[in-house]
């Protein structure tokens, strides 16, 4: 029992995207579903096996580096705890004021020189009343700015979610893709 959920930023755009899209969901569906693995680390090292074979890419001939980041929790309401993996996505844990950044691994799902045999790192976190979780990918906090033409940062997405952890996240999502839009202005989404 429990839930699995995910954040998956699959390479590519278009054609390409959208192939790697049906491969990780697949792959998610046959790891959770039917072989009911519900371990977030174990479900990215599975996932990464399914996607490099699936694309060839355990092969000298591959034609295929492609691939993708993640970032998966199980929540188990029997002891009620959250486990974290990430495949360099991370998760932010808001608790009493206090935000906690969890790295995702450096290890990326699928492309040709990732490491089937890595182990991701598993973190198990104890669930408290008013705890707030936030998983994204890497396109919200890269996104250059039309003035600035920086990266908008973890450092700013950290500061929006710390000022309004408290508020519905309606709100909350509100807020955040205001922010993303006024900060990118005419510039067209990178990712």
Do not use: W
């Not at 039917?34 to 996607?51: M, N, Q, T, W």
């Not at 990326?108 to 707030?132: C, E, Q, V, W």
């Amino acid at each position: 029992k429990g839930y699995v959920v995910s954040v998956i930023d699959c390479t590519g755009h278009g054609v390409p995207g959208a192939f790697m899209t049906m491969i990780a969901s697949f792959g998610l569906r046959k790891i959770i579903r039917d072989e009911g693995i519900r371990a977030p680390d174990k479900i990215l090292k599975r996932l990464s096996y399914i996607v490099k074979t699936t694309l060839q890419q355990d092969t000298e001939y591959a034609l295929s580096d492609d691939g993708l980041d993640a970032a998966i929790c199980f929540i188990n309401p029997e002891d009620i705890t959250l486990t974290f993996a990430g495949a360099k996505l991370p998760l932010i844990c808001i608790h009493d004021d206090k935000l906690t950044y969890i790295k995702g691994d450096r290890e990326s799902i699928g492309y040709k020189k990732s490491n089937l045999s890595f182990d991701f790192t598993p973190h198990k976190i104890s669930i408290r009343p008013g705890m707030a979780f936030y998983m994204f990918s890497d396109g919200y906090v890269d996104q250059l700015g039309q003035e600035k033409r920086r990266r908008f940062g973890i450092k700013q997405i950290k500061e929006l979610l710390l000022e309004n952890v408290n508020k519905p996240f309606e709100v909350q999502q509100e807020i955040l893709v205001r922010a993303f839009n006024e900060y990118k202005g005419t510039r067209e989404i990178q990712d």
